[in-house]
């Protein structure tokens, strides 16, 4: 029976003696694990405070050198262009493009063409130059840009003014009208009708 005892109690020695080591063992890595984790957060919120500026500067410079490097190699063809600019100009008006010089011309109030019933037109446009260089070219041809505006209007018939496909064909010919006059191609940019009414 005392045999039974003394390894009763050795075993319990034994059992606190293991679950010591294997606490301090177990605690071990914890800590590592915890000094770890505070060193990798650390350096991390390092990185962000100190060089978050950095990576913005970096980020700015390579969007800069982006917009040089699209200058440089459009440097070469740089008129082809512009030239290509300008023709997109005559169509739509492009939505990034800065508005030219706006000249407003009077109100042009014609009979249209058609026979059987009088009708009238009456159309406001005003003119976007290219720069405010042709402007005195523009006032020096008003009359006889007038005079083939009239003559262009009252050709047409009614039929002709309907709808916004004829409005656009009409826009552009009132555009190749005034560029003609002008004699230069790239001193109008676009017209833009501001009043359009039939009756």
């Not at 459009?74 to 023709?87: V, Y």
Request: with cysteine; hydrophobic share 40%.
């Amino acid at each position: 029976m005392v045999a039974c005892g003394d390894n009763v109690a050795d075993t319990e020695e034994n059992f606190d003696e293991g679950l010591e080591e294997g606490q301090g063992k177990s605690k071990l890595p914890l800590i590592i694990g915890i000094v770890v984790a505070l060193g990798l957060g650390g350096s991390g919120w390092a990185m962000f405070f100190l060089g978050g500026d950095k990576g913005a500067e970096g980020d700015e410079a390579h969007a800069e050198a982006g917009e040089d490097g699209e200058e440089a190699a459009g440097d070469g063809h740089g008129d082809k262009k512009k030239k290509k600019k300008k023709k997109d100009a005559h169509g739509e008006a492009d939505a990034g493009e800065s508005l030219g010089h706006i000249v407003k011309v009077s109100d042009f109030v014609v009979n249209l063409a058609d026979e059987d019933d009088s009708r009238y037109l009456k159309i406001a446009f005003q003119v976007e130059l290219d720069s405010t260089d042709y402007e005195a070219d523009f006032e020096a041809n008003k009359v006889r840009m007038r005079h083939e505006i009239l003559l262009y209007l009252s050709s047409l018939m009614y039929a002709d003014t309907v709808g916004l496909g004829n409005k656009k064909r009409m826009r552009k010919a009132l555009l190749s009208l005034v560029s003609q006059i002008l004699d230069d191609p790239d001193a109008v940019r676009n017209i833009y009708i501001t009043e359009f009414m039939t009756q």
